[in-house]
């Protein structure tokens, strides 16, 4: 082991670079939460009417639960998706295991403009999918609902976060040690039983990390729900940017968005309990991994 | 002990799931017809010569060249600094560095670049292409270091550690032992930063000011309209991608052994 130096050495640009391009932003979006604008001008003295204005306005606080009520969906779905997947791939694959999750990741690296594309070109009502039904004359008239609906968002918000849930999933399958579900079927347990009351417990570390991930990622997806959602685009964080484009009120957007990191956090903190207090959480912070 | 086959045709499925949308970018960008629809009309490749003639595009890709080669290397140097720390030495408050790396991927990004947007502001700093590479650095730090420090677990500590005990200096240890070891994870690191930086859509369209690379130029076209030579061009898009993310996590699989 080397002396500690060399390791702050090079730790100093990283966290240089995280304080100036990360750290202080947020921490200018926290001081600007509590100014405040009048017609074009940002008045700078701290006032808490931004934080009022969200708690007393209807449309802001169904935004903030639409978000996390789409992140939970999507939490579950995934979950419920890829469950099988990481099992599938921790345990029964046996050659070109990487291959394999990699090969699951790769169709992400197309860009999420490009993915959005590929999907209103399959769900438009003159697009692949229903084109494809009326050609094999599955059905007479096209399906108007697919695209432009909160379905269509939440199909591509699967497809887009799927790869995430499986690989938290997969990372807690392989430390699940199959001797216990062997053990348990010995002792008499139906295959039930064991998934019920040994698999599932010890897997779900796997399950809140991967749900963690593919929650912070629903609830901060501007482009999917505004792209394919139609009528039901509108989301909190397209209301933040457009606080900060057209509708020019610097100081509310800053508000919401630090509401909105403040109940990532505490979300974050409870989860990052949850998975701490485990094996897996105890092997993956001490590295032996 | 007999296992169903239904697990099988679940990954299958959803294997497939994944790559449909590939799939119909594949199919509909040879097919001639004015149409994206179903049945097909027939092959042709009028579509790719419609897309390499549009001279507003190649200058787009110009400088989505300037924007993340640099970001590929800032990032990859950063990412490989970070991942050195985080597994080869000890050092005092290893668990807040690992967090501060990980902090950009947890910010959605519309937040990060408004908050970014305020710095600028505040600074009195016009956008341009530097502001873009700064701004993506940072949200592709974690997937650098991931990457790395991915490699860097898998090497074996005693070769380092033969090295020093057969008399070279730490700092020569690094070069003639860690460096080479971990030189396909460096690689890899780069061109998935590099495929990262050139799609990125949210981010750079708030960070940048009159400049606009090819993400921003297309987004309005991809956005809204479709027609069978904006599949093309996103085939192409698709293809690059995917050929250096392949070529990297390659080389990264085969730095295991």
Redesign the interface.
Known sequence: METSRTGAWLALPVYSAVAALCVAPLLILLAYSFFQVSFVEIIKEPTLKNYARIAGSETYRWLILKAFGSGLTISVVTAIIGYPVAWYIAKRVTVMKSAMLTLLLVPLYTGDLVRIFAWRMLLGAEGVLNTFLMWTGAIREPIEALLFSSLATHIVLTYNYLPFMVLGLWLAFEALDDRLLEAASDLGAGKMSAFRRVMLPLTVPGLVAGGMMVFVMVVGDYLTPQLVGGASGITIVSAINDLFGTAFDWPLGSAIAWTMLAILALLFCAAALIVSRSTLGAALTSGEA | MR?SRL??I??WM??G??????A??AI?AFNDSE?????LQGFTMRWFGQVLGDGRLTGGLGLTFLVSIPVALLSTL?GA??A??L??????FR?L?LV??L??F???????G??????LS?LGIERSLLTII??Q??VI?PFTTLVIASVLMRIDRRLEEAATDLGAS?FSAFRRVTLPLMKNGLLAASF?AF??S?????LTS?LSGRSQPL?IL??SD??FN?SPA??AL?LM??AA??AL??IG?LAR?RS?S
């Open positions: 296992t697990p099988l679940w990954m959803v294997y799931f994944m790559y449909l949308p590939v119909v970018i509909f149409l994206v629809a179903f049945p950063l600094m970070a050195l720390a597994t080869r030495y000890r050092m005092p668990g560095l501060l790396v902090l950009p947890l910010i959605p990004k519309v937040i990060l408004v908050a970014q947007l305020i710095l505040e700064f701004g650095t940072i730090l730490a998935i495929v990262l050139s799609s990125e859509y949210v708030l993400s297309v987004a991809f956005r479709m904006l599949d996103a898009i698709v991608n995917l993310i392949v996590e699989l295991k």
